[in-house]
């Protein structure tokens, strides 16, 4: 499915979600499955390394999870998980005792909304590029139109629900910050410095 000879169109570049303590790789990964499933989307696993050193265990893996809504339209999320420091450990959350690991985490998200007229004209090189450059800047199918908000759909919901998870495993205290720490986590997100402050 992923050929070269696709027109590719960037919609969500380098979102990232980090988390630093407790969690379970098993829940997450069968959280994304769900998400995928319930999205309509064919898994498929690119990559996966795993070091192990003193300090932990060291893994990467990296998803291309791929849905076909026509023939010629193909919409692809590519999902990278970084582990670093990974150690086994028991806790207890929410009144039950849990295997669980400790480290750090890093979830980058990347989508791609793909095109293939040639398979769905069997086109000219000319005919090909007209068509491209009309449905560039002159018209859009509905059906083309709506697939790249259903990728940034479909990508945000699988964020939300890895936040919603990662939350879980949080401490009271940490699960509730302050102001200002709400304050410094919306700065780094709006990219203002000046926000919140009173003239």
Same mark, same amino acid.
Request: with cysteine; charged share 30%.
């Given at each position: 499915m $992923?050929?070269t000879?696709y027109e590719?169109? $960037?919609?969500?570049?380098?979102?990232?979600?980090?988390?630093? @303590?407790v969690?379970?790789?098993?829940?997450?990964?069968?959280?994304?499955?769900?998400c995928?499933?319930e999205?309509?989307?064919?898994?498929?696993?690119? =990559?996966?390394e795993?070091? #192990?050193?003193p300090?932990?265990?060291? *893994?990467?893996i990296?998803l291309?999870?791929?849905?076909? =809504?026509?023939?010629?339209?193909? $919409?692809? *999320?590519?999902i990278?998980?970084?582990? !670093?420091?990974?150690?086994? #450990?028991? =806790?207890?959350? /929410?009144? /039950?005792?849990?295997s669980l690991?400790?480290?750090?985490?890093?979830?980058?998200f990347?989508?791609w909304?793909m095109?293939?007229?040639?398979?769905?004209?069997?086109?000219?090189?000319?005919?090909?590029f007209?068509? &491209?450059?009309?449905?560039?800047?002159?018209?859009?199918?509905?059906?083309?139109?709506?697939a =790249? @908000?259903?990728?940034?759909?479909?990508t &945000?919901?699988?964020?939300g629900?890895?936040?919603?998870? $990662?939350?879980?495993?949080?401490s009271?205290? !940490?699960?509730?910050?302050?102001?200002? /720490?709400?304050r410094?986590?919306?700065?780094?997100?709006? @990219?203002?410095?000046?926000f919140?402050k009173?003239?």
């Amino acid at each position: 499915m $992923l050929d070269t000879k696709y027109e590719k169109t $960037l919609v969500i570049n380098n979102r990232e979600i980090k988390h630093s @303590g407790v969690f379970s790789i098993e829940e997450l990964f069968n959280l994304v499955n769900k998400c995928l499933v319930e999205r309509g989307y064919n898994k498929q696993e690119k =990559k996966s390394e795993e070091t #192990v050193s003193p300090e932990g265990r060291k *893994i990467y893996i990296e998803l291309r999870p791929f849905k076909d =809504k026509t023939n010629y339209i193909h $919409l692809v *999320i590519k999902i990278k998980f970084y582990f !670093e420091g990974i150690k086994d #450990v028991v =806790k207890t959350i /929410e009144g /039950e005792k849990k295997s669980l690991q400790e480290g750090k985490a890093s979830i980058v998200f990347d989508a791609w909304y793909m095109t293939d007229w040639q398979a769905r004209w069997n086109l000219t090189p000319f005919v090909y590029f007209m068509k &491209a450059l009309v449905n560039k800047f002159l018209y859009s199918y509905p059906q083309e139109g709506n697939a =790249k @908000g259903e990728l940034s759909s479909d990508t &945000a919901y699988i964020v939300g629900q890895i936040k919603t998870l $990662l939350h879980h495993y949080k401490s009271p205290l !940490e699960a509730h910050p302050g102001e200002e /720490e709400v304050r410094r986590v919306a700065e780094e997100e709006m @990219g203002k410095e000046d926000f919140g402050k009173e003239e």
